[in-house]
């Protein structure tokens, strides 16, 4: 099939190649002229403008944005709708907020423009692995690109799959990394008791490489926590700050506005939240307290 | 080589099976007649007491148990004992606390007797699959049983190790479990959430499904969740009731001891008293409270 | 002075009597009858319509909505509007949200309207012991009210104040109220701790009735608690379902939207969702999982 | 009435100079010199030895132990032992464990010797307001002792109790603890969101000022948090390490073994550990893992 790939960054352009390897053609655009060059040696045929991606493309296109969450999203899109023609689809493969991509959806559709959202997970390991897409939308649509979803998913008939209404894909996408979350701090907290009991003389690495065959816990991202403790067994030079990127606030949001009960991801957000926050104003409080009631003193910056 | 299965339940009759397959003579004892006649029926060399056990294998002798952590480990070793010579060795490869092994390793020692403490992941899917080993206690005894080892593992050079001194082996199982606690307990509240998204009417199984391929959260835990999912999709007559075994008490015990912050291991386990606490004292309190500086009244049982 | 109370319900019918007791001039409108006589019952001038309260109060004009959060203030707004005049002030005692209560102050201001949000806490108890009340808007016009607070506070000088611009008295009430959560649900913890352990046989009354002197945890929560343990020592009757206002989402939200961690207040209002929850997916799902991997059986409904 | 005190610290001597102003007699022992000295001058009659200190009182003694909890409290009752005659009463002031009180009580009791467990709160605060105290051990032995208690209180009357067999006075006191915990981090994590939201420029005394009179979170612990605050608002020079003393982790351990789920009391402990470690493995390995399946990079240390 014929695709306009919107956003030539790492994911974009990877997703770019895994399509050419899968025998479509991608046009590719990006702001950035650097991009674009590293996009167009690895096969990408590149464009200057929106105007000339859309132009590049047959009807009924289908135009796929890979850019980072938030009003570039609605800009990209508002510079789109005029130069789209009715059947053409965007898609929205980034991380954008289920809620977002419903007004997107509505907005497209009442210029009777296509939607499709699709969740994508697999990181810079996509490219050869494929990458994991939940798609949200017109069902009738999501199966016309299907032959797109085949490509980029690990295998033709596996790993991608149409979940649901508008919204439907992020919102998968949404709770995936809310569980990623969960999971890496359970990890995390493993290896950190692991690694604490020094009488016992662990080799972290060792366990892990251990536990990734046969055990319960095995994982990819275990196999990731066994690479990375092999290359750096004591995460020498690494510290202690964990961002987040905004898919695990909405989980935990969801959560109770759901009115459900998800303590773990929730402690694993605010773990991430605890690991930037130096100046640790309620530590602070608790610390002068105690010294309040109980003249226990603190210690002092 | 020669081994004694003390031990016939699930894990030891499997594991028997695996060690047969791997070329191993295994002669086995429980002390149900039925877990015999089983375990004979699938090939295990079964003896009606410990001391034929003892008898039936040449020294250096390999003792392996299978049994239930608690009072029977220490009950079985003492049984053992007088019927062992110098040079035998016990192997417990059940859920034992990893202290009680520490102890049990220095008492074997003290009379001559060599002592593994090993960590046994894989469940019921051990047998065809392998079961994930981590080994404590004296690295060359370890050495010389490594062809048992290598026979229950999922590939002879994988999956297995032996990873510190006597404790360890059962110390990294604890950990393990307690990861596991939250693992699942990640995939749990994910999936609830998506499960209560009625507006969107989510496939659990067929999202946790697309999931196994290319995605972050892919894991052998999530493959049981399809699994689970897709047999029961409203996991219709499932209580809401989680037991825990004791492995996950033991490492939130445990990372309080060593002063690691475990936020989610713990909530993990929380959560799973929580499931099975119907008298909820706190919540109907907490319910009294509301209404007595609020007057918001109470629901009545 | 003389005060317009909008909302003659428990709370605005207390505070409209506080206000008589303090020499102060209250007229009250409520759309129910039932409550309008109720409250004329109480001393209060009570008349029929918006624009008779306006009409019945001498300008400048002090409005006071004591109604239930949401739409209902807009709408109360957007009616009171085209009957006040330049120098009239809205005041919201209401348990609203802070971003709402900036966006109507914007949207009054525009009209030559002033603005005060009042964060009001004390319950049904704040009759007698008068209310704690966090004043948030234009410092001048909260001094100029200053009498009016003065007496609903426990003292005139004590329990209340002007805390900052439009918003923050309810910012201060949403974080008071997500304190109120973590403080109601450690006493719950602690005296269901005291109630399981049976073999100590506790009288939980007695020993609330002793921590409410000289001890650290005394407090007002301690003293209801004691209370409520007295009047029903097994809580008997009592569900163990547990509602939450929204401000206690409201903090958990801010505080995440601040990058500050606060797992206690996140963890109380958690706790009340499992506690309205007996679906309890999460639950059943970790059962089948244990079931799936361990062969551990599953309790059923 | 006659008292032995054994332990001369603030605890002890303020406790002393308590009995002192109501009117028993306390004779007093300390193995450190200036302890002595420094209690003297406060009027209580010191000895130099354990052997004096018993010699010093009359049948049947009361000796109160206020010396740190753990292995100083075994040796001090195995030295007043051989010292003692039967009728004798040991009293435990501390904040022992009460599994170990629990043991000392049957130790005692096999040598015809009394034993009372005291849970004693207060801190430095009960010289001039009182302690508030739970009393364990036998029933009649604590009503013979009455008088000390009641002097000990806030009021005759009140503030004290006999709260259940040996052991229950160091339960209630455990919980007690493990309560005041969740209350700190409760009102840390809110003070700490006012704190951040700059742009309400919240005077953090002020609200707490205003929050000690008829707010619903009034409390002793409030008005500390508002002289913590009014004396340094910035908590200047105060480090975030929060101590903790072992009643909290006793609190948790317990709540575990009695299946009760305690996640806020729970979280303000882990809190106090995360607080603890800079090092903070876990986080470490989280910015790992996030950039082996995303490529996000990390921080350096």
Redesign the interface.
């Known amino acids: 099939m014929d695709l306009g790939m919107i956003g030539l960054g790492?994911m974009g352009a990877n997703m770019g190649e895994r399509l050419l390897r899968g025998g479509h053609r991608v046009a590719g655009y990006d702001p950035g002229e650097a991009a674009r060059a590293a996009a167009a040696a690895r096969g990408i045929e590149t464009v200057e403008s929106l105007a000339a991606l859309v132009d590049a493309l047959p009807a009924p296109r289908a135009l796929w944005l890979m850019v980072p969450a938030g009003p570039i999203v609605d800009d990209t899109i508002a510079a789109l709708r005029p130069l789209l023609a009715a059947g053409d689809t965007v898609i929205d493969g980034g991380n954008s907020f289920y809620r977002d991509s419903q007004r997107r959806a509505e907005q497209l559709a009442a210029a009777g423009l296509g939607w499709l959202d699709v969740g994508t997970?697999?990181?810079?390991?996509?490219l050869e692995?494929?990458?994991?897409?939940?798609v949200?939308g017109d069902a009738a649509l999501a199966g016309r690109l299907a032959p797109l979803f085949a490509s980029l998913?690990?295998?033709p008939d596996?790993?991608?799959?149409h979940?649901?209404?508008a919204?439907?894909g992020h919102?998968?996408k949404m709770?995936?990394?809310?569980?990623?979350?969960?999971?890496?701090?359970?990890?995390?907290?493993?290896?950190?008791?692991?690694?604490?009991?020094e009488a016992?003389?662990?080799?972290l690495a060792?366990?892990a490489?251990?536990?990734?065959?046969?055990?319960?816990?095995?994982?990819?991202?275990?196999d990731?926590?066994a690479?990375?403790?092999r290359d750096?067994p004591g995460?020498?030079?690494?510290?202690?700050?964990?961002?987040d990127s905004g898919e695990g606030?909405w989980?935990?949001?969801?959560?109770?506005d759901?009115?459900?009960?998800?303590?773990?991801?929730?402690?694993?957000?605010?773990?991430?939240?605890?690991?930037?926050?130096d100046?640790?104003?309620?530590?602070?409080?608790?610390?002068?307290?105690?010294d309040?009631?109980?003249?226990?003193g603190?210690?002092?910056?």
Chains 1, 2, 3, 4 share one sequence.
């Open positions: 790492r997970s697999g990181g810079i390991w996509g692995e494929g990458y994991s897409l939940t949200g998913a690990p295998a596996r790993g991608w799959g979940v649901g209404p919204g439907a919102f998968a709770v995936h990394n809310g569980i990623e979350y969960g999971l890496m701090q359970a990890y995390a907290e493993g290896f950190a008791i692991l690694q604490r009991k016992l003389g662990f080799d060792q366990v490489e251990i536990w990734r065959e046969g055990s319960v816990v095995r994982s990819w991202l275990l990731l926590c690479g990375s403790l750096n995460l020498e030079g690494i510290a202690p700050y964990v961002a606030r989980t935990v949001a969801e959560a109770i759901l009115d459900v009960a998800a303590p773990v991801i929730t402690q694993a957000l605010i773990e991430r939240l605890r690991s930037r926050d100046a640790a104003f309620a530590d602070r409080l608790l610390a002068a307290l105690r309040a009631f109980g003249g226990h603190v210690r002092h910056d």
